[in-house]
């Protein structure tokens, strides 16, 4: 399929790389020109929405450095999508350290900056260093409340637990980071948002979740049976189902498999559903082809790969 939308591609700077990364791997995040722009023509890739790699700002424990990281790294954004308007938008950075230095960037991305959107890296360290920050906290409704105002999608993207005091993960490094330790982590913040009541309150927010849910569409039907066999005084007025519906959309990135591609659709509806890739953390070769060839019918491809996207963002391009 020509003119995909992808919206979960990434970047770095220099203080965001990490120094035990595949060299290839960090000089693809440092580019904006070359080969990104080179594969994205080659495999059918109009245009890409593009976010700061993980965990970046969320890991700043101190609040000066965390909001001048979020500055420094969405001003070299922008400046990339003034050079290329036509390929690419962005999404931006926040300090969520500070709740109200979150809203002075929040408006200053989507106001100053142009950017369609933002991408958080899941939960924020503040001061210690195993602190945990999410974001059903009392003291992150404030910004909530803006992010609605504003009317602009927030990307959860994941970012890997904090292991050390994880014994379940003792001995054994392979389920940690994208394996198994990113789902989790993240679709546990995902359902804390929603099971706090935010939706209710704020009814047009919308969350956007890689990885086809952070596979919570898979369990969709058991969360809401065991939270009206027994709620526990959970303060969400509705169901989970309803939540995924209506307040959250979900991406393909990293998960290239016609089957929980086909049961995301049924629990959630192919309108929930956009195409994303995750480059360079996954190849654009993998996530285009099987894209391109997935059992779909060519409406359903289009409203994935492309029509979804131009409709939540607010994108210039033609449906």
């Given at each position: 399929m020509q003119g995909k939308i992808a919206l979960e591609e990434h970047f770095a700077v220099t203080e965001t790389q990490n120094p035990v990364a595949p060299k290839s791997l960090q000089a693809d995040l440092l580019d904006f020109e070359a080969k990104r722009l080179e594969e994205m023509d080659l495999f059918g890739i109009e245009f890409a929405v593009l976010s700061l790699n993980a965990p970046a700002v969320q890991e700043v424990l101190d609040v000066e450095g965390a909001v001048a990281l979020?500055?420094?790294t969405n001003d070299m954004l922008a400046e990339q999508v003034a050079r290329h308007p036509s390929r690419f938008a962005g999404l931006g950075a926040?300090?969520?350290?500070?709740?109200?230095a979150a809203i002075t960037e929040l408006h200053r991305c989507v106001n100053d900056l142009g950017f369609v959107g933002v991408n958080v890296n899941g939960f924020s360290q503040k001061e210690e260093e195993y602190s945990h920050l999410y974001y059903d906290l009392p003291e992150y409704r404030p910004f909530w409340a803006e992010v609605e105002k504003l009317g602009v999608p927030f990307y959860m993207h994941p970012r890997n637990p904090l292991t050390d005091h994880m014994p379940m993960y003792d001995g054994h490094p392979w389920l940690t980071y994208a394996t198994w330790a990113f789902a989790m982590e993240t679709s546990v913040h995902a359902l804390r948002l929603m099971c706090s009541g935010l939706f209710d309150e704020h009814p047009d927010l919308q969350l956007i979740l890689g990885h086809l849910g952070e596979r919570i569409?898979?369990?969709?039907w058991r969360l809401d049976h065991?939270?009206?066999?027994?709620p526990k005084g959970v303060p969400?007025?509705?169901?989970i189902?309803?939540?995924?519906?209506?307040?959250?959309?979900?991406?393909?990135?990293g998960q290239f498999y016609d089957p929980p591609?086909?049961?995301?659709?049924?629990?959630?509806?192919?309108?929930?559903?956009l195409f994303s890739v995750d480059y360079p953390f996954e190849p654009m070769k993998d996530g285009c082809e099987w894209f391109d060839h997935a059992d779909l019918s060519d409406?359903?491809?289009k409203t994935i790969g492309r029509t979804n996207a131009i409709k939540l963002f607010g994108l210039p391009l033609s449906a």
């Open positions: 979020a500055q420094q926040l300090p969520l350290q500070d709740p109200d569409p898979f369990d969709l065991r939270l009206e066999v027994d969400a007025k509705k169901s189902r309803h939540y995924m519906q209506n307040n959250v959309h979900v991406t393909t990135s591609l086909h049961l995301t659709i049924t629990e959630v509806g192919v309108d929930r559903v409406g359903d491809r």
